[in-house]
């Protein structure tokens, strides 16, 4: 079965971190590149982090220099590690595979709140 399920998300205060993770069926996984994405209340869905078969990442200017993403190979996971958490971070966070990215997962939602 071809699937991607997210999870991770939760209710953080500003400046706290949280850490999302991502299982992927073989198919979407493997040799593909894998990326996150999220979509806020009210707005269009925006790219976040994006990390290749062979471990090359990239990042929206946004999250640089606080946000992680990594990939496990031997788990079929991929990992976002979020930290010092803003407001503006608050969103469904979705993950994105399989070739052209074809695949999407259901979601997780993040709030930052205090």
């Known amino acids: 079965q071809v699937q991607l399920v997210e999870s991770g998300g939760g209710l953080v205060q500003p400046g706290g971190s949280l850490r999302l993770s991502c299982a992927a069926s073989?198919?979407?996984?493997?040799?593909?590149?894998m990326g996150w994405y999220r979509q806020a209340p009210g707005k269009q869905r925006e790219f976040v982090a994006r990390?290749?078969?062979?471990?090359?990442?990239n990042y929206a200017d946004s999250v640089k220099g606080r946000f992680t993403i990594s990939r496990d190979n031997t788990k079929l996971t991929i990992y976002l590690q979020m930290n010092s958490l803003k407001p503006e971070d608050t969103a469904i966070y979705y993950c994105?595979?399989?070739?052209?990215?074809?695949?999407w997962g259901q979601g997780t939602q993040v709030t930052v709140s205090s």
């Open positions: 994105r595979g399989g070739i052209s990215g074809f695949y």
């Open positions: 073989g198919d979407i996984f493997k040799g593909n590149s």
């Open positions: 990390i290749t078969s062979d471990g090359n990442t």
